[in-house]
């Protein structure tokens, strides 16, 4: 069964580096989104993408954070200067064009901002 | 924003029981999706509700979409062990864009 898949499981990286989660949606899929989730929290919504455009974006996606298509397969979600309250887990999800409605979500990146 | 209560927040049962968690929201939805999340993974669609009043279920599961579109409920028939995790409620309002509304999740323990 397709699946959503993200690299790398786990990243650990100073305050003020920069990171780029990776993510592989399911091939067929058209929109796709990126989500974080602090520790013990809810799952919030960051930023979705349609049409190689970002369509919505939470006041969360400020302009440390960037996304990109490079290619015909892989969305990756960048953070330029991360700060220690960057840390949770990021996961990435992506639906197909009958609708944005039933999102498929990856397994997660956990970022540990040091 | 929008608000997602979900209740309860955490619950223990004896293995073969049946559960019941519900969500509700001061505001309208298109859709409610559930999920389920084990530690340290990513959440998996259980079921997916498109209309009010809409009653669906996936084997053990069984999901409505609440009349006022305010509200959905999960029941899990017959727990078993491997039901063990946090189940999410999660609201789309298709006026508002194609963001998931999360719900804070209810914590599933089963006793063998």
């Known amino acids: 069964e397709p699946e959503v898949t993200q690299t790398p499981s786990h990243q650990v990286t100073q305050m003020g580096q920069e990171v780029i989660l990776r993510c592989v949606p399911i091939?067929?899929?058209?929109?796709f989104y990126w989500y974080r989730q602090i520790l013990g929290q809810k799952v919030e919504f960051l930023v979705s993408?349609?049409?190689?455009?970002?369509?919505?974006k939470s006041e969360i996606f400020d302009d440390q954070f960037s996304v990109e298509r490079p290619d015909g397969s892989n969305f990756t979600l960048k953070i330029r200067s991360t700060k220690l309250e960057d840390s949770a887990m990021y996961f990435c999800?992506?639906?197909?064009?009958?609708?944005?409605?039933?999102?498929?979500f990856g397994p997660g990146t956990r970022l540990t901002v040091t | 924003g929008q608000q997602l209560n979900q209740s309860p927040q955490s619950m223990f049962i004896q293995e073969g029981e049946d559960v019941s968690m519900n969500c509700t929201s001061s505001?309208?939805?298109?859709?409610w999706l559930w999920y389920k999340q084990d530690p340290g993974e990513g959440p998996v669609l259980l079921i997916a509700?498109?209309?009010?009043?809409e009653l669906t279920s996936n084997g053990r599961l069984t999901a409505q979409f609440g009349i006022t579109r305010k509200d959905s409920f999960l029941n899990i028939s017959a727990s078993i062990p491997s039901d063990v995790g946090i189940y999410f409620c999660?609201?789309?309002?298709?006026?508002?864009?194609?963001?998931?509304?999360f719900g804070g999740g209810t914590r599933l323990m089963v006793k063998p």
């Open positions: 509700l498109y209309k009010a009043g």
């Open positions: 091939s067929n899929h058209l929109y």
């Open positions: 505001s309208i939805f298109n859709t």
């Open positions: 999800a992506s639906s197909d064009g009958s609708g944005p409605s039933e999102q498929y």
């Open positions: 993408f349609y049409n190689n455009e970002i369509s919505e």
């Open positions: 999660a609201g789309l309002d298709n006026n508002a864009g194609n963001m998931l509304t």
